[in-house]
């Protein structure tokens, strides 16, 4: 059984740039939700995806979007970079409908804006 | 909404020594709660979660903590702690039992010292 793995691990963007953050879920998973973590800060609910809808949707502007595959891989697309767009960039799977199913998360892929 | 504070941001403590990490939340309805780990350029590991029964949860690594609904606090601790517990340590609350969508707390920096 595979974990969850997020690609690229590190990236570097400027500002005004749009970007693409990939995850692969944990074997049979399919559940995808997306975290923002800046330095010093617990990490922040951004959205979530089941089955390829999304479901539910935090705080952040339409500008950060998202798609899950049938494979329910997933991507996290942010358009218009910003300075404060830096951070890192959590991934986490699960098995929802099917009882209570732990969340994994990945390693994270962290972003700098410049 | 839901919200959570952890009181301390950081708490150093010495090796073998037994150390609490608060967090207190904040919501108008009933709330799963969760503590996560998070070491060094890592993604997040489930310590623990509280979802119903007896307030007192067990854990892994040996860390254990108490839901007190009148107080709304879900504290964390561990009678001795081991240098390789050093670490950021999250709380978080949830509307579902599998922990998705997650509303983390600040954080706390766990500092073992020899």
């Known amino acids: 059984e595979t974990g969850v793995t997020q690609s690229p691990t590190h990236l570097i963007k400027t500002r005004g740039q749009q970007v693409t953050l990939r995850c692969s879920s944990q074997?049979?998973?399919?559940?995808v939700s997306w975290y923002q973590q800046a330095l010093g800060q617990g990490p922040q609910f951004i959205f979530q995806y089941y089955r390829e809808e999304e479901n539910g949707r935090g705080n952040f502007p339409p500008r950060f979007s998202g798609l899950q595959f049938p494979n329910y891989s997933s991507e996290l697309n942010v358009n218009a970079l910003e300075l404060d767009d830096s951070a890192l960039y959590l991934c986490?799977?699960?098995?929802?409908?099917?009882?209570?199913?732990?969340?994994?998360f990945g390693p994270g892929t962290r972003l700098l804006v410049l | 909404a839901q919200s959570v504070t952890q009181l301390d941001s950081q708490v150093p403590v010495f090796e073998e020594a037994p150390v609490e990490l608060r967090c207190n939340y904040s919501?108008?309805?009933?709330?799963?709660l969760f503590w996560y780990v998070q070491y060094p350029n890592q993604g997040l590991q489930l310590l623990l979660k509280?979802?119903?029964?007896?307030?007192l949860v067990k854990g892994i690594n040996g860390f254990e903590a108490e839901f007190n609904k009148s107080q709304t606090s879900f504290h964390l601790r561990k009678p001795s702690v081991h240098i390789s517990d050093t670490a950021e340590y999250f709380c978080?609350?949830?509307?579902?039992?599998?922990?998705?969508?997650?509303?983390f707390g600040g954080g706390t920096r766990l500092m073992v010292k020899p």
């Open positions: 509280y979802l119903s029964g007896s307030t």
């Open positions: 074997s049979g998973h399919n559940t």
């Open positions: 919501s108008s309805v009933s709330v799963y």
């Open positions: 978080a609350v949830s509307l579902n039992n599998a922990g998705n969508m997650l509303t």
């Open positions: 986490a799977s699960s098995r929802n409908g099917q009882g209570q199913e732990t969340q994994y």
